[in-house]
């Protein structure tokens, strides 16, 4: 009993260990443009059939899309198409998306992925000029409209890309490439401020 006792007390003794989000409070201000880190969220890579989307979209609270380039989004919880049966679903309100999915028997793949994403913001009205400067993809209003999602590359990286307003992108990328990708936006803001 004394034991077990020790072992309690050394348990709540123990540090506590907090993620630190790489880049933390790095933000690059340019004329027309905003470049920052946002704050940690939760994340699962989501693979699962046609036949299980609807299972998986009332466990968690928001409407698997199903059209190419589309995202749903629905209190603080995003969903977005990459391919016919995936999506990220990230998590800015604190919920574990993960849990959620434990809870469906229907065939589905969910993998944590917090840990490895990091997500960058590019906001003003030089955002999509700046996201532009590495990646190929047409970003116009009328190509790429508010909403729209795509994994597509920045410079050498890939991302995922969410256009959130007309003038705002969230660029999801890993956490190894993160000090690259913000290097790189960062640059760009520069350069189309000029």
């Given at each position: ?18 993620r630190r989000p790489a880049l933390a ?98 906001t003003g009205p030089a955002a999509s ?66």
């Amino acid at each position: 009993m004394a034991k077990a006792a020790a072992k309690t007390k050394a348990a709540a003794a123990a540090p506590s260990v907090e993620r630190r989000p790489a880049l933390a409070g790095r933000t690059v201000l340019a004329p027309g443009v905003k470049v920052e880190m946002l704050p940690p969220a939760e994340r699962i890579s989501l693979r699962a059939p046609q036949a299980s989307v609807a299972a998986l979209s009332k466990a968690l609270g928001v409407t698997l899309p199903a059209k190419p380039k589309t995202s749903a989004t629905k209190d603080g919880r995003m969903a977005l198409w990459l391919g016919p049966d995936e999506w990220l679903i990230v998590d800015e309100a604190g919920n574990d998306p993960l849990a959620d999915c434990a809870k469906v028997t229907a065939l589905h793949s969910a993998v944590g992925i917090s840990h490895r994403n990091v997500a960058i913001s590019v906001t003003g009205p030089a955002a999509s000029m700046t996201v532009n400067s590495g990646c190929p993809q047409d970003l116009s209003l009328e190509a790429f409209p508010v909403g729209a999602a795509s994994r597509t590359i920045l410079g050498k990286s890939e991302i995922v890309l969410l256009r959130t307003a007309a003038d705002a992108f969230r660029v999801e990328c890993w956490r190894s490439f993160a000090d690259y990708v913000f290097t790189l936006l960062s640059e760009a803001a520069s350069d189309a401020a000029n």
